[in-house]
């Protein structure tokens, strides 16, 4: 068992899927379900998410973004602003998920100037990081990692704001999965970067957490690494599965 005092983090990343209702049916079984202990952050497409925000309002189950632009309004069709999310009543939005950098294109340059800009209109950030496949059987994983969250790590002055999320791209959507050893690897070397590159106390605060095919059925071995604060979910966010990840740590 972790022994921190960092809270367990569950996120859900709904991606493109959803419609009301089923969005209806979803925060109906995740505002009964038991989430005191954890803190709990799910993501629907832009636009759910004001409907989002009001069906869980008061729930202790809260909303953010999959994205957002890095500055507050002006002629970028498509996009959406940190003071739009915070608008509608959000504070979270995630960033740098891997099919933004990978499906379309974002640099780890654009991925830090949204960090910097979300974080400085007040939001909360989960940043995610993660390497290839290629990358990892080329033995890259940590310089992957390590260069990603070196391109923001000088944008943020508050770590309390930010969740670091470990992705690798292999695991998602794959049914593969990193083996607990395989992610509590990574999360310790990237807590050993953080302790010398960013500070010892933010390294020893920050939660990060695990994402890639986390279901059900693997989420309690993950749970009990010491390193990992919790997890980033996709498909299984959709499902009535999602609750028992939200209490992995209990099991």
């Given amino acids: 068992m972790a022994g921190n ?37 799910v993501g629907p497409p832009t636009a759910y998410l004001g409907y989002v925000q009001e069906k869980l309002a008061g729930s202790g189950v809260y909303a953010a973004a999959q994205n957002c632009y890095k500055v507050p309004k002006g002629a970028f069709t498509g996009e959406i602003s940190p003071a739009m999310i915070k608008d509608i009543g959000c504070e979270w939005v995630i960033l740098g998920h891997s099919e933004r950098r990978n499906v379309f294109g974002e640099t780890d340059e654009l991925i830090a100037e949204k960090i910097e800009h979300a974080l400085g209109e007040g939001l909360k950030v989960i940043a995610c990081i993660g ?79 695990y994402g890639g095919s986390v279901s059900a059925s693997n989420c309690n071995d993950l749970a009990t690494q010491g390193d990992i604060d919790g997890f980033l979910v996709g498909g299984t966010s959709l499902k009535p599965d999602f609750v028992e990840i939200i209490n992995a740590r209990k099991a």
Wanted: aromatic share 8%; glycine share 6%.
């Fill in 131 to 209: 390497e290839k496949l290629e990358e990892r059987e080329a033995g890259k994983t940590e310089e992957v990692v390590f260069r990603q969250t070196k391109a923001f790590k000088d944008k943020v002055k508050d770590w309390s704001k930010v969740v670091l999320a470990y992705e690798p791209v292999w695991a998602i959507g794959t049914g593969k999965v990193a083996t607990p050893q395989q992610a509590q690897e990574v999360h310790a070397r990237l807590r050993t970067w953080l302790s010398e590159n960013v500070s010892p106390a933010v390294a020893n605060s920050l939660r990060i957490i």
């Fill in 5 to 41: 005092n960092r809270k367990f983090f569950v996120g859900g990343n709904w991606k493109m899927n959803g419609s009301k209702d089923s969005i209806n049916e979803i925060c109906g079984w995740l505002t009964a379900g038991d989430t005191a202990d954890t803190d709990v952050v």
